[in-house]
């Protein structure tokens, strides 16, 4: 009788192999390394030049501190960096985001040019593939914080002079003329005309346009005005941890269905499951009300509005000093495997990689696999268990564990980002 169990079982499991273990041969018989060296891996989201504004480092050399420098993404096989300068908020006071942004520009071109037989600056997905067929890294430039909090055209037309190809219009956490800030005051409740204009100019001119940190109706009505796809560079899903800053399902749907894509998150305050559930519940032990998300950081004594006269340069080099230090006394100038062994010696729960692939996978049932890619925004970190620049190839291991195709893999790799890149211009 237990032979005939033993051979109904196997019979069984041979039929139900045929159904189910096509998908586990082919994650086996997918070399994750060699797919990995193979593809085309962007990460659409990496702030490395304003550190190196603040703290003045070779990023071409591995650092202690953030969780991002070239010498480790080339280790971990990272073929494109999408560099989002970083405009922080409080250069929005006296109106000097303009200034900064051209400031971290030049500071891009800076390390460009000390460092051309290393990396060079791609305008296409052609330049892209030339570049790195080369064995070099191919930068994308692009600005997180706006370009100009008033939406000034020419301002506009001459970052893409400066070969910026990816910008995020609001205001970073700060709304500005154009939209509300997620994070920020909320006084339109969706897009402004100028908004509408400048929407329209990005179009025109072949700009991506990022939606990130705008509120989910700001974004939304992007999407619509918006000719060409858009982008979310780098967010979690709202399904999983519930933030501002997360994408809805709607928003996800509705940037999908015109061509859109997401760049996911890294950070356990967007795609930590379990780390979120605990902030709560510490929280509620407390007595006190879940976390909320806070407005943008301003400093203090440091106003929006002052007059341009009678200043003469003080007011600049008092906000750069008080940025500099505020910059190297965070997280950022400390060395991150310390900041990442106290976080988990202090039992917060980070996200692993394979959470990532989990999040990836449920964009990929809901709206295709051409709607996802990586969008890290690796900064000091801690941000996934153990992870940091050189740890790219995880990402590749942990999407061939899901079962997916090489054409899959790629796509979410970097194919998706080049596609947009290349459908950013709608005259």
């Known amino acids: 009788m237990r032979l005939i169990q033993t051979g109904l079982r196997t019979a069984v499991s041979l039929l139900l192999g045929s159904i189910f273990v096509p998908v586990a041969l082919l994650a086996q018989s997918i070399d ?59 250069y929005n006071n006296y109106n000097y985001s303009v200034k900064q942004a051209l400031r971290l520009v030049d500071t891009f071109y800076q390390v460009l040019d000390a460092n051309s037989d290393k990396m060079e600056l791609a305008l296409t997905s052609a330049d892209v593939r030339r570049i790195v067929a080369k064995g070099k890294m191919a930068a994308i430039l692009a600005l997180e914080g706006g370009f100009d909090p008033e939406g000034d055209l020419e301002v506009l037309r001459m970052f893409y002079r400066l070969g910026v190809r990816m910008i995020q219009p609001v205001s970073h956490n700060t709304s500005n003329v154009l939209m509300d800030a997620g994070l920020g005051l909320k006084k339109w409740g969706g897009l402004t005309e100028q908004g509408r204009k400048v929407i329209a100019e990005m179009n025109r001119l072949g700009i991506l346009i990022d939606v990130s940190h705008a509120t989910d109706e700001a974004q939304m009505a992007i999407i619509v005005a918006s000719r060409a796809p858009v982008v979310g560079s780098h967010h979690g899903i709202r399904h999983f941890v519930e933030h501002t800053r997360n994408l809805s399902d709607e928003v996800i749907k509705a940037m999908s269905a015109k061509g859109g894509m997401m760049g996911l998150h890294s950070m356990p305050g967007y795609i930590g499951v379990k780390f979120t559930e605990k902030r709560t519940a510490r929280a509620r032990e407390n007595n006190g009300p879940p976390p909320a998300p806070r407005l943008a950081n301003l400093i203090d004594g440091y106003e929006f509005f002052r007059p341009p006269f009678e200043d003469y340069g003080n007011y600049i080099t008092s906000l750069d000093a008080k940025m500099h230090e505020r910059w190297r006394n965070s997280g950022y100038g400390k060395p991150w495997r310390e900041i990442h062994r106290r976080a988990v010696e202090g039992g917060r729960a980070l996200p692993t990689v394979d959470d990532w692939a989990d999040q990836a996978d449920y964009v990929v049932e ?62």
């Open 32 to 90: 994750a390394v060699k797919l990995h060296k193979d593809a085309i891996v962007i990460d659409g989201h990496v702030h490395i030049i304003t550190p190196v504004f603040h703290q003045g480092y070779d990023p071409w050399k591995e650092q202690p501190t953030g969780l991002f420098d070239y010498a480790r993404a080339k280790k971990g096989g990272l073929d494109v960096v999408v560099h989002t300068v970083y405009i922080e908020d409080p």
């Open 366 to 427: 809901m709206v295709g696999d051409g709607h996802i890619g990586i969008g890290l925004d690796l900064m000091s970190g801690p941000a996934m268990l153990g992870f940091d620049a050189a740890s790219y190839p995880r990402i590749t291991e942990a999407l061939v564990k899901k079962g997916y195709s090489e054409q899959r893999i790629k796509k979410i790799l970097g194919e998706n980002w080049l596609r947009l890149f290349d459908a950013a211009k709608a005259p």
